[in-house]
């Protein structure tokens, strides 16, 4: 009994102690977290709500069900949205990884000007995107850009119209946003190379393995965890992707480039139709949730 | 529990946002001691036509101060929808499309102001058309730009062929493989169209009577054949080009690289101003848009700008007495010296229009009776339908479907998904 009674005012000591440092921990989140919560947190919980309702902004909001939802199934636009976000999708992450790996492998080396080569495949993301979308336009003119008299001058008979043509405007779009891109994943793939022991390389080069064994065997399977986390953002952003198309092509010609978070901004800011326009947007939420977290289910299972 | 409490809070905010656009009827101050009125504007640094109304208005009425509400061009609807909704009391609102205009108008946001219109004269205000709602006006246009031709006299001596005085569309094509060329080793297009869809679509529907609204585009097939034999034969500068390397018309037409090119009469100042700066020499004048035929009625087609008084403003009749003027003989005086053309027209406006060449054709191509059709009807299906025409006429002019198939399409979009 008497010992029960000295060790409650040492659980209510610690209990304080522990009240205070949870408080004092949230003191530090709070400034970030109001702003995540008033300008993520509850815009996003609100579509999910709106995306129920017919709303304009202006008259009050009114209760449809699934009604947008109906209309989403039967809307062309929606369709070709979809269609072509997967298609920039599937174009950009591979390459994107792809050219993004080679660089790093390029520039894991001891070479000369290796700080100037590092900077320069960085820049390309701090740029101006308006900046880069004008540029990659003018170099991708079908009859005076240099992309198109380089390839008349190798021999190509017909080169591409690119973004003048609807079946070549998505790749110019996926070839600058990769070139774009591949810089910042770079150096994510750099951080991983260059936390793989040296020993390991040093060892398997005594076993006898050659360079290609080295990289299959030693490099790929230690780069894993930054393979994972590249091919997690690199999936969130094409699916999301937005500010490159709008200032490259608009969506065009036609509905060649229209993608789905363009759809979202356009029926939603121009065209006032919220509750439409979230229903969009609760699409593309969904499988960019599904994507990704199908994408940790295959993770784990490697890892196990 | 977590979910619940997020969604409270967003229908809370959703319908706090709704309720703070509904508000009583706004108290009206005396109007008789100085008043400030504020208007809404878009790039008034870019725009000179408001300071020039502004500095009139203000000198004819000296205890009324205007404070101008400054908007960015691009963000224009959305912010004045926005400002609107939340119960703003700016007086006076720019209208800068008749589509917002309609919006507005049918929301009951704006005051009606049929007794101005009444004052000025209906007759005599050009553009007042699409602001009448069953009879009555809640916005008094007064600015009115409509679509003509611009050429450049020097490349036409060059080439010695004779001004395009009131031609037809087949004399403007010859015209336009007569005058393609190159001068000084620059390439010198015949003309330019610009990639606006009302270059091809709106001048088709002004000229045959065609409705842009209807989901029957078959009227605009001449117009686009048109436009695709200029491009295809070199006469004018190719639509891919155009788009994706966002040329700029100004250049086109100030550097010489076009010899005509169909345009609004917005930039008549900006171009008078160029040439002043001594940025181009270029010797140009206007013509009429050309037409079907040779000795038709110039149609062409237009849009026009109006102020409206907003009904939760306080200082109603003042903002009144500036509709009045700004959109009467002293304001299109003020805005006729710097070259925008005013709804309200008269000798004294005409003379007052010293931006424009001396030339006959041109003064003309201004005084001369005209039919000016709205560049877009007004119907809650506008936008929808603009946005289809404008992805097809993209697919037509780069040649990815040809005429008739991108009309079919246009066709069957409109009629299936818009007006169902």
């Known amino acids: 009994m008497a010992i029960a009674a000295t060790r409650a005012p040492v659980r209510q000591q610690s209990r304080a102690r522990a009240r205070r440092n949870a ?8 400034p970030n977290f109001i702003g995540f919560a008033v300008l993520t947190l509850i815009p996003m919980g609100a579509a999910f709500v709106i995306a129920f309702m017919e709303w304009d902004s202006y008259s009050p909001p009114e209760w449809v069900g699934v009604e947008n939802f109906e209309r989403l199934l039967g809307d062309q636009s929606f369709w070709i949205a979809l269609g072509n976000t997967a298609y920039y999708a599937a174009g950009h992450i591979p390459l994107t990884m792809l050219a993004a790996l080679g660089l790093a492998l390029l520039l894991n080396k001891r070479i000369r000007g290796l700080g100037f080569f590092r900077t320069t495949m960085f820049f390309p993301y701090i740029t101006s995107l308006v900046a880069v979308a004008v540029v ?3 170099l991708f003119n079908p009859t005076m850009g240099p992309i198109n008299q380089f390839l008349e001058w190798i021999g ?11 079946a070549w405007s998505m790749p110019a779009v996926i070839i600058t946003s990769v070139w774009r891109d591949m810089g910042y994943y770079m150096v994510l793939y750099l951080a991983g190379l260059q936390a793989i022991p040296q020993e390991y390389y040093e060892a398997a080069e005594v076993d006898g393995a050659n360079a290609w064994q080295r990289f299959w065997n030693i ?3 230690s780069l894993r965890p930054t393979t994972f986390f590249v091919l997690i953002m690199v999936t969130i952003a094409s699916f999301k992707v937005f500010d490159l198309i709008v200032v490259m092509t608009d969506g065009g010609p036609g509905r060649s480039t229209l993608v789905l978070s363009q759809l979202i901004y356009r029926e939603g800011i121009r065209e006032n139709r919220f509750g439409y326009s979230s229903a969009i947007s609760l699409v593309l939420f969904l499988i960019v949730l599904v994507f990704t977290v199908v994408q940790f289910r295959i993770q784990k299972r490697k890892e196990d | 529990m977590k979910r619940t409490l997020v969604s409270a809070a967003a229908i809370t905010a959703a319908i706090g946002l709704a309720l703070t656009g509904c508000s009583g009827a706004p108290a009206q101050q005396d109007d008789d001691g100085p008043v400030t009125l504020s208007v809404s504007v878009w790039n008034m640094e870019q725009t000179p036509e408001f300071q020039a109304l502004f500095d009139a208005f203000e000198k004819a009425n000296p205890d009324i101060t205007i ?6 061009a691009d963000d224009y609807s959305e912010k004045v929808t926005t400002m609107l909704a939340g119960g703003d009391k700016t007086d006076v609102l720019t209208m800068k499309n008749v589509t917002d205009y309609a919006r507005y108008a049918n929301r009951g946001q704006l005051l009606d102001v049929s007794d101005v219109v009444e004052s000025l004269g209906a007759d005599n205000l050009a553009g007042i058309e699409p602001f009448d709602l069953d009879g009555e006006y809640f916005s008094v246009p007064y600015r009115q730009d409509f679509w003509l031709l611009y050429y450049n006299k020097g490349l036409f001596d060059a080439a010695g062929v004779e001004y395009p005085d009131h031609i037809s569309w087949d004399e403007y094509k010859s015209l336009a493989e007569q005058l393609t060329g190159e001068t000084g080793g620059q390439k010198v297009f015949g003309t330019y169209h610009h990639y606006w869809r009302s270059v091809v679509q709106a001048i088709a529907a002004a000229q045959t009577g065609g409705d842009l609204l209807s989901g029957d585009y078959g009227f605009m097939e001449d117009q686009y054949s048109l436009a695709l034999d200029l491009q295809t034969g070199g006469n004018a500068l190719d639509f891919g080009t155009a788009k994706t390397q966002q040329i700029s018309y100004r250049t086109m037409f100030e550097t010489g690289q076009a010899a005509m090119m169909p345009m609004g009469t917005w930039y008549i100042s900006g171009i008078a ?12 004048g206007v013509a009429p848009m050309p037409q079907i035929d040779a000795g038709d009625e110039t149609v062409t087609f237009g849009s026009p700008t109006a102020f409206a008084v907003n009904k939760n403003s306080e200082h109603q009749d003042a903002a009144k007495k500036f509709l009045e003027f700004a959109a009467g003989e002293e304001g299109a005086k003020a805005i006729a010296a710097i070259g925008v053309v005013p709804a309200f027209s008269s000798d004294d406006v005409t003379a007052a229009f010293t931006a424009l060449p001396t030339d006959d054709l041109s003064v003309t191509t ?10 877009m009807p007004v119907s809650e299906y506008s936008s929808d339908i603009s946005t289809i025409l404008d992805e097809e006429h993209e697919l037509i002019m780069v040649g990815d479907t040809s005429i008739p198939d991108g009309i079919a399409t246009m066709d069957e979009r409109v009629t299936g998904d818009v007006l169902e």
């Open chain 1, 156 to 166: 190509v008979q017909d080169p591409p119209g690119w973004t003048t043509t609807s």
């Open chain 1, 219 to 221: 490099t790929i399977p």
């Open chain 2, 67 to 72: 404070e101008p509400v400054d908007i960015l």
């Open chain 1, 23 to 30: 408080l004092v921990g949230w003191s530090f989140i709070l």
């Open chain 2, 366 to 375: 201004f005084s001369e009776p005209k039919d000016v059709v709205l560049e």
């Open chain 1, 136 to 138: 990659w336009n003018m």
């Open chain 2, 273 to 284: 101003a160029a040439i002043e700066s001594g940025a181009s020499t270029v010797d140009w």
